[in-house]
């Protein structure tokens, strides 16, 4: 903050004069999830304000999008989670047609989650804590009847990950590994709405959810969840767990870098985006909190890039140069 309000005072408009190194639009991978629309609309207001960029993005799937960086008919993808992608990035890596230019967030994480009301209890609402004692899945079992399940008596209910999803599948091999199929139902929703509702609908009434979930997600950015311990993860157990129902050990999932990827000659073409895109840097938790913002006040991504770029300059203001970062703090007045 010091550094960017001492620019400014010392810079004239005049000597903060930016074009862009590329002559037409950057586009961006419009991946079809909330965390891509947020990353997009940051950067690109970032390149607009601050580097004089015009640009665009193209809406679709991740194969096809990652396909078309690969072939430079797109320039950035915000969010490479390589884990999930290994063909068709790794091909691309191989063939030096892409670029990973750095780590976006380190700590993408998930698993299963209580709220903190259960454990700690809600002072403001006179809630004593239902499960004082619960901090690992190994204690849910005794716990069945606080989670307990209105459609089959003397079983809790978790809410696993989506019908269809690899989540769901790896979540019903946890829950026979923990030895919990005899005390919960395997409850699959239809989809990701309906899990979201399920967690929102009990969070707001303060009743007992036992859950899966994923970060960084609005519902994790506007609900304090606790997530529960699992033994650590190893790669042998996890492809165990992941890989058959009868597998006898789980683990925890493991916690994911998401990194920024780019057209490797449009990385040759922009060096100075490509340092801004090299140093841009978010956390999960950040992330979260302006999905959850996006929700709350019902406004787009473009609207929430400007409101984390008014409210987090001690973020943002290293990605860039002290004179792109006055342009940028000017673009917001």
């Given amino acids: 903050m010091i550094r960017l ?24 991978a419009g991946l079809d999830w909330d965390s891509v629309g947020f990353h997009n609309a940051v950067a690109r207001r970032i390149l607009e304000s601050g580097y004089g960029c015009k640009t665009d993005a193209i809406p679709g799937s991740t194969i096809p999008l990652l396909q078309g960086v690969a072939q430079g008919d797109i320039d950035i993808a915000m969010e490479i989670w390589k884990d999930a992608v290994t063909d068709v990035w790794q091909r691309a890596l191989k063939r030096g047609q892409v670029t990973e230019i750095g780590v976006n967030f380190p ?6 989650y209580v709220p903190r009301y259960m454990i700690e209890g809600d002072q403001a609402r006179n809630l004593a804590p239902q499960t004082p004692e619960l901090k690992s899945v190994s204690d849910l079992a005794r716990y069945k009847e606080v989670f307990a399940d209105p459609e089959e008596p003397g079983k809790g209910r978790f809410y696993n990950c989506v019908a269809g999803w690899s989540c769901e599948v790896i979540n019903s091999n946890k829950l026979k590994a923990y030895g919990l199929e005899a005390s919960f139902t395997n409850f699959r929703p239809g989809a990701g709405t309906a899990l979201a509702a399920a967690i929102a609908g009990a969070y707001l009434k303060r ?11 609005w519902v994790l950015g506007a609900y304090d969840m606790v997530k529960l311990q699992e033994p650590a993860w190893n790669e042998a157990d996890w492809k165990g767990i992941a890989a058959s129902g009868d597998y006898p050990r789980a683990v925890d999932y493991p916690k994911v870098e998401v990194w920024i990827g780019a057209n490797a000659a449009f990385v040759k073409a922009a060096p100075q985006i490509t340092a801004f895109l090299a140093k841009y840097r978010t956390s999960s938790t950040l992330v979260s909190k302006a999905l959850a913002y996006m929700r709350d006040n019902h406004v787009s991504d473009a609207v ?7 409210t987090e300059p001690g973020v943002w203001a290293d990605w860039v140069t002290p004179e792109i970062a006055v342009k940028i703090q000017s673009s917001l007045k």
């Avoid at 309000?5 to 961006?28: D, K, M, Q, W, Y």
């Avoid at 700590?107 to 299963?112: F, I, K, L, M, P």
């Fill in 107 to 112: 700590d993408a994480v998930q698993g299963w």
């Fill in 5 to 28: 309000f001492t620019v400014i005072g010392a810079l004239s408009f005049a000597s903060l004069s930016h074009a862009c190194e590329i002559n037409r639009p950057v586009i961006f």
């Fill in 207 to 217: 009743e007992p959810i036992l859950a899966y979930y994923w970060n960084p997600t």
């Fill in 304 to 310: 929430a890039a400007e409101w984390f770029l008014k």
